[in-house]
């Protein structure tokens, strides 16, 4: 008899190896030449691969199916984990008979214009938005709202090219720099949209508000919510940059998860998706909630570690267990355990001497300490770079809920991270 697997498209070599070590034998991984080889060499052996050019469906398609002909497999689902490969893990999930959200569903949905506008005519709040076509326009839209806006690439997630304009200037000096980094934008985009806009970015209004991340799950108009947290940003440094994540959480004032199960539900009937496993990032207004994006995966970063502490849910099996048909259920939010993950940035440039969190290893509330940094690799800041001045993430549980951003400045000063510039100076973090 046949093995059942599921194809998990396109993703990295850090969510290859987790999958692989705790699923043995569940997934067929589709990755890139360049991807495979970052794949550990412990694990390599143990993981079941199809490689192949991501870019090319043809090749792809072909590769898989022979694999799985060879290998008596058939395919149980398909899931992706990174934005960037959505849609050609779409067009895959066509060509084998798969259920997955479509292609056209999926540029919708992540087309921050296109979906606010969808979802503004079902009756959703979402931030007034436009396409940045030119420097008058974006003024003019400026002029229009009488109030900040805030300046993004129109796809992907993250605060990565994220600007905000209090002034007339500020959209000019914001506009002649996303200029500068068009090419770069479009060509990153490119794999997640068909026809990207020579200046890839659109401008929507700032809304101020507490903001939260939450993964969902809906299945024909059903939405069930899986996680559910809430932002703390930095005060500083790049606009809407998440310094640390907090879960369980509880909407403000009248609002009920019910009713949010009911937005999500419009949401995604907007955009002509009735089956997914999706992650929105939403701002909470005088009680009424402001869709800022929604995306057809589940949340990654350091959220999945913060789940697995708080009610020991792996949202890995969450996603392969959806894909497999599965229906997926999580405990009430009241039995999960209050958790925060600390996100360290550095302030300064220059290269990595040393790292010391000696500090901390010994504190019972810590759970893990992931480094995203070795001695040696060099810091970039944003805008220039957005990949290198992450250092390290914390997840710990809080002493006090009410003195979570005490604590994480507490646990911030006890990690050290010495970045050496021209004038050798040790960094601080935020």
């Given at each position: 008899?046949?093995?059942?697997?599921?194809?998990?498209?396109g993703?990295?070599?850090?969510y290859?190896?987790?999958i692989?070590?705790?699923?043995?034998?569940?997934?067929?991984?589709?990755?890139?030449?360049?991807?495979?080889?970052?794949?550990?060499?412990?694990?390599?052996?143990?993981?079941?691969t199809?490689?192949?050019?991501?870019?090319?469906?043809?090749?792809?398609?072909?590769?898989?199916?022979?694999?799985?002909?060879?290998?008596?497999?058939?395919?149980?689902g398909?899931?992706?984990?990174?934005?960037?490969?959505?849609?050609?893990?779409?067009?895959?999930?066509?060509?084998?008979?798969?259920?997955?959200?479509?292609?056209?569903?999926?540029?919708?949905?992540?087309d921050?214009?296109?979906?606010?506008?969808l979802?503004?005519?079902?009756?959703?709040?979402?931030?007034?938005?436009?396409?940045?076509?030119?420097?008058?326009?974006?003024?003019?839209?400026?002029?229009?709202?009488?109030?900040?806006?805030?300046?993004?690439?129109?796809?992907?997630?993250?605060?990565?090219?994220?600007?905000?304009?209090?002034?007339?200037?500020d959209?000019?000096?914001?506009?002649?720099?996303?200029?500068?980094?068009?090419?770069?934008?479009?060509?990153?985009?490119?794999?997640?949209?068909?026809?990207?806009?020579d200046?890839?970015?659109?401008?929507?209004?700032?809304?101020?508000?507490?903001?939260?991340?939450?993964?969902?799950?809906?299945?024909?108009?059903?939405?069930?919510?899986?996680?559910?947290?809430?932002?703390?940003?930095?005060?500083?440094?790049?606009?809407?940059?998440?310094?640390?994540?907090?879960?369980?959480?509880?909407?403000?004032?009248?609002?009920t998860?019910?009713?949010?199960?009911?937005?999500?539900?419009?949401?995604?009937?907007?955009?002509?998706?009735?089956?997914?496993?999706?992650?929105?990032?939403?701002?909470?207004?005088?009680?009424?909630?402001?869709?800022?994006?929604?995306?057809?995966?589940?949340?990654?970063?350091?959220?999945?570690?913060?789940?697995?502490?708080?009610?020991?849910?792996?949202?890995?099996?969450?996603?392969?267990?959806?894909?497999?048909?599965?229906?997926?259920e999580?405990?009430p939010?009241?039995?999960?355990?209050?958790?925060?993950?600390?996100?360290?940035?550095?302030?300064?440039?220059?290269?990595i001497?040393?790292?010391?969190?000696?500090?901390i290893?010994?504190?019972?509330?810590?759970v893990?300490?992931?480094?995203?940094?070795?001695?040696?690799?060099?810091?970039?800041?944003?805008?220039?770079?957005y990949?290198?001045?992450?250092?390290?993430?914390?997840?710990?549980?809080?002493?006090?809920?009410?003195?979570?951003?005490?604590?994480?400045?507490?646990?911030?000063?006890?990690?050290?991270?010495?970045?050496?510039?021209?004038?050798c100076?040790?960094a601080?973090?935020?």
């Amino acid at each position: 008899m046949a093995s059942q697997r599921v194809i998990v498209y396109g993703t990295t070599a850090d969510y290859i190896e987790l999958i692989a070590r705790r699923y043995p034998g569940r997934a067929l991984f589709i990755v890139s030449p360049a991807e495979k080889k970052k794949i550990k060499a412990s694990v390599v052996a143990d993981v079941d691969t199809v490689v192949c050019d991501l870019a090319d469906l043809n090749e792809t398609t072909d590769k898989v199916r022979s694999h799985m002909a060879a290998s008596e497999m058939t395919p149980s689902g398909l899931v992706g984990f990174d934005c960037e490969t959505l849609q050609a893990a779409s067009r895959l999930a066509l060509r084998l008979g798969l259920p997955f959200p479509s292609p056209e569903s999926i540029e919708a949905v992540q087309d921050k214009h296109r979906s606010k506008i969808l979802w503004t005519k079902n009756g959703l709040y979402a931030p007034k938005s436009m396409r940045v076509l030119s420097l008058n326009h974006l003024v003019s839209f400026f002029n229009q709202l009488s109030r900040p806006l805030v300046v993004k690439p129109i796809l992907g997630t993250g605060s990565n090219y994220q600007f905000i304009c209090s002034t007339k200037y500020d959209c000019i000096r914001t506009f002649h720099y996303i200029t500068t980094v068009a090419g770069k934008v479009k060509e990153d985009l490119a794999p997640s949209m068909e026809h990207v806009p020579d200046i890839p970015f659109i401008a929507e209004e700032f809304v101020r508000g507490r903001e939260y991340s939450c993964d969902f799950v809906i299945e024909n108009g059903d939405v069930r919510i899986t996680r559910l947290a809430k932002k703390i940003l930095m005060n500083d440094g790049p606009l809407g940059t998440t310094r640390a994540y907090t879960i369980p959480a509880d909407l403000p004032g009248k609002l009920t998860l019910d009713e949010l199960r009911e937005i999500l539900a419009k949401a995604m009937i907007s955009v002509r998706i009735d089956r997914a496993f999706a992650m929105v990032d939403f701002i909470i207004n005088n009680d009424r909630i402001y869709l800022l994006e929604i995306t057809p995966r589940p949340g990654g970063d350091c959220l999945p570690d913060l789940v697995r502490a708080s009610c020991d849910i792996d949202t890995l099996d969450l996603a392969l267990s959806f894909a497999e048909g599965k229906r997926i259920e999580t405990p009430p939010f009241s039995q999960w355990r209050p958790v925060v993950g600390l996100r360290l940035f550095a302030q300064n440039e220059g290269v990595i001497t040393k790292i010391d969190c000696s500090d901390i290893t010994d504190i019972p509330k810590i759970v893990k300490i992931k480094m995203n940094c070795l001695v040696g690799d060099e810091v970039t800041l944003p805008p220039q770079d957005y990949t290198t001045w992450l250092l390290a993430t914390v997840v710990f549980y809080p002493d006090n809920v009410e003195r979570i951003s005490q604590e994480c400045d507490e646990i911030g000063r006890q990690c050290h991270f010495t970045i050496e510039e021209p004038t050798c100076k040790t960094a601080a973090i935020s």
